[in-house]
């Protein structure tokens, strides 16, 4: 099993444009998060699936986009990038809720985004 | 909302030296987990508990969960510089979310 994978690993944009970032899961797990990370801070979720078709807003959504069309991927859309979004973004996915015995979430080697 | 707060924001020891990282939430959880991450590299699931006041062992490191459920510690023995990286714990308190601490970053001089 590959796990979590995400690309690309590193991207350079400039102010105002979007880009896609792409997370594929291959152990089946139902949720899926995405967390940023700025350098020397804890991770902060953006958006979460608990299942294909249902996604919901984490702590700091505000210009971002997220859709789960299928168990497998869930793509993180940035419209109008800004340089606020310069961060390592993480995908994650678990088997179980975060409050069940055994919820582990794994994470994919994540994407370095910087925009000037 | 809820609130994850993790001390200290930094740790530097000399290899051989004790390490602790202490959690605190603001509100109580229904268990909590530990992860580290590798200097450039991604958050790598540790352990998780789930009991008031357990308290698990993996070799070197002890992890605790206080009475009240609403505060954690991670403690290495005797450090090597295989444990150099980030600590963070993550809690959960019933929602479909785990919220992160902001990380002890351990430093270690051989």
């Known amino acids: 099993n590959a796990g979590v994978t995400q690309t690309p690993k590193f991207r350079i944009l400039k102010i105002g444009q979007s880009m896609t970032l792409q997370c594929t899961q291959d152990m089946n797990h139902n949720y899926m998060y995405w967390y940023r990370q700025d350098p020397g801070m804890g991770l902060k979720l953006i958006y979460y699936s608990v299942g294909a078709g249902i996604t919901d807003k984490g702590e700091v959504p505000n210009g971002y986009n997220v859709s789960r069309s299928t168990t497998e991927d869930f793509p993180l859309r940035l419209e109008l990038a800004a340089p606020s979004q310069t961060s390592v973004y993480f995908c994650?996915?678990?088997?179980?809720?975060?409050?069940?015995?055994?919820?582990?979430?794994?994470f994919g080697p994540g994407t370095r985004l910087t925009v000037l | 909302g809820q609130q994850v707060m993790q001390i200290p924001q930094y740790q530097h020891v000399q290899e051989g030296e004790d390490f602790t990282t202490y959690c605190n939430s603001s509100t109580t959880l229904s268990n909590i987990q530990w992860y580290k991450q590798r200097p450039g590299g991604h958050p790598v699931f540790l352990i998780q508990l789930v009991k008031s006041g357990e308290v698990k062992k993996q070799k070197r490191l002890t992890f605790q969960f206080g009475e009240a459920k609403k505060n954690s510690s991670l403690h290495i023995t005797a450090t090597q510089t295989t444990d150099v990286g980030t600590y963070f714990c993550a809690g959960s308190g019933g929602a479909q979310k785990l919220v992160f601490g902001q990380g002890t970053r351990l430093t270690i001089n051989p």
């Open positions: 994650a996915s678990s088997s179980k809720l975060p409050d069940s015995l055994g919820n582990e979430q794994f």
